[in-house]
């Protein structure tokens, strides 16, 4: 067995698949039979991919893993198919594919033929997605080439060693193209972490521990029975602007603490993935009493900027191929009003997330934890279902920018808020509010109260989902009842 598996799985539990392929010379490349042998005696593999079924953690998985001995972990054909029917066994099996990289990339011995792998890989890739088997890839030293750039980066979840080298250009090829090294300024796990390409990053020996956290996350619903629906009168009535410091205060609990509260077994996602990670919004897999669920929660200390709105869509990608419902956590003020966030497309940003949180083929529920301050709340709050907490508001503008444009005067904020029908209650009231949540946020309170949601939009077929979604903001956000 293959060192980096014997260190993942469970003793004893890799079932290498023995499917019969065998290296041939396409291309005709000088002595490249010799040097397959010469590789096969050296790393005592037979090609640079081992796959098969394995536990990890009890949890049933395919496995592929690269060895760096056999070439470099180089991609030929053979690899290539490898890896393609790992993951349509993993798919046909439903079960989750678990990728472990440590390559160079393309096996130029192969010429074309190793080239071609990465779509046949991508091909196999969206197999997983249809059957909503999970995808993780586990970025070894060093992972570059088209083994990155063609499969490893299209997981769900993507964590790096500690120690791994990651481009898509090996840093000798960079310094030859460019006249300089990448030494410091790329190539590393924990720049990949700062610019938002990978999950989390992992030291080796603790490799085995987070997949087994994450395999328990992501594993088959195990739902605790609930009968928790939310109120639909509010149990408070105070004056708006009042509403206004309640929802904005201090101490008032984030959507990322009260979704720490309400479950131990998460996973944080990080990054757009196109270089940025925004503090303005967490995302990670959890499980609400017993159900899988993809959380987006907006921080209110932090304005969301384009890089924010493209991680939310990413997550919403990873949960459609998951098939895992979406939660989102609703508390900003708005969008990132500055010239960096206008010139680098905040309103496409706000229009692509708005389109797809819409259009995913997974159920929706938008939770108005504290404030939902214009287009960039709502591009996160247009769900199949809205709560909304009792003490919470959302508004068309801020009351203070409202008084300022209406009158001239941030002075009447207070004014404003009354008349901008802002507060939960009265999101209830105009039929965009499905419920209302009593105070205070109580994490084991929303537990119950998203799982209550969560079974009951369950029930639709994903025609009838998308129906609903469809006829309700088309009809202005109003409330519809179930299909």
Not at 226 to 254: F, K, L
Not at 289 to 307: E, H, N, T
Not at 320 to 348: K, Q, Y
Request: aromatic share 4%; charged share 20%; glycine share 10%.
């Amino acid at each position: 067995m293959s060192p980096a598996a014997e260190e993942l799985v469970d003793p004893g539990m890799f079932s290498v698949q023995e499917d019969g392929l065998a290296t041939t010379d396409p291309i005709r490349f000088p002595d490249y039979a010799g040097t397959i042998e010469k590789a096969s005696t050296s790393s005592r593999s037979d090609e640079s991919v081992t796959a098969g079924s394995a536990l990890i953690g009890g949890h049933p998985i395919e496995l592929a893993v690269f060895d760096f001995a056999f070439l470099g972990g180089s991609m030929g054909e053979v690899a290539g198919e490898r890896l393609a029917r790992a993951m349509e066994r993993a798919a046909t099996r439903e079960v989750p594919f678990v990728l472990r990289t440590s390559t160079g990339g393309a096996r130029m011995q192969e010429g074309m033929r190793s080239l071609v792998q990465m779509p046949k890989a991508v091909v196999a890739r969206r197999r997983l997605a249809e059957a909503h088997s999970p995808f993780i890839a586990v970025l070894g030293h060093p992972s570059t080439g088209g083994v990155l750039a063609g499969l490893a980066v299209l997981a769900d979840i993507l964590v790096a060693e500690a120690d791994a080298t990651i481009g898509f250009a090996g840093p000798r090829l960079v310094e030859q193209v460019t006249g300089e090294s990448p030494s410091g300024r790329s190539h590393t796990a924990a720049t990949a972490s700062a610019h938002g390409l990978v999950d989390d990053v992992v030291a080796p020996g603790d490799v085995r521990t987070y997949l087994i956290a994450a395999l328990g996350v992501l594993a088959e619903d195990d739902p605790q029975p609930v009968n928790e629906e939310p109120s639909g009168q509010a149990e408070t009535h105070q004056d708006a602007w009042e509403t206004v410091q309640v929802a904005r205060a201090e101490g008032r609990p984030s959507g990322e603490e009260v979704t720490r509260g309400m479950t131990e077994e998460l996973i944080i996602l990080r990054g757009d993935r196109a270089g940025t990670d925004e503090g303005a919004l967490s995302t990670a897999l959890v499980r609400v009493l017993g159900r899988k669920a993809m959380v987006l929660a907006l921080d209110r200390r932090i304005s969301p900027g384009p890089g924010a709105f493209r991680k939310a869509r990413r997550c919403l990608r990873v949960a459609e191929n998951l098939g895992v419902p979406v939660i989102t956590m609703i508390d900003t003020r708005g969008a990132d009003p500055s010239s960096a966030s206008e010139n680098t497309g905040i309103a496409w940003a706000i229009a692509r997330t708005t389109e797809a949180l819409l259009t995913t083929s997974v159920p929706t529920i938008a939770v108005i934890t504290g404030e939902g301050g214009s287009g960039g709340a709502l591009a996160l709050a247009s769900a199949d279902r809205v709560l909304a907490y009792e003490q919470s508001i959302f508004s068309v503008i801020g009351p203070e920018l409202a008084a300022t444009i209406l009158w001239r005067d941030a002075g009447r904020a207070a004014e404003a808020s009354r008349l901008l029908h802002l507060t939960g209650p009265d999101l209830l009231d105009l039929g965009i509010a499905d419920a209302l949540i009593p105070e205070p946020l109580e994490p084991a309170r929303l537990a119950s109260t998203l799982a209550y949601h969560l079974d009951d939009l369950a029930s639709l077929s994903t025609s009838e989902l998308l129906e609903h979604r469809m006829k309700r903001w088309r009809n202005d956000g109003h409330r519809q009842t179930s299909t």
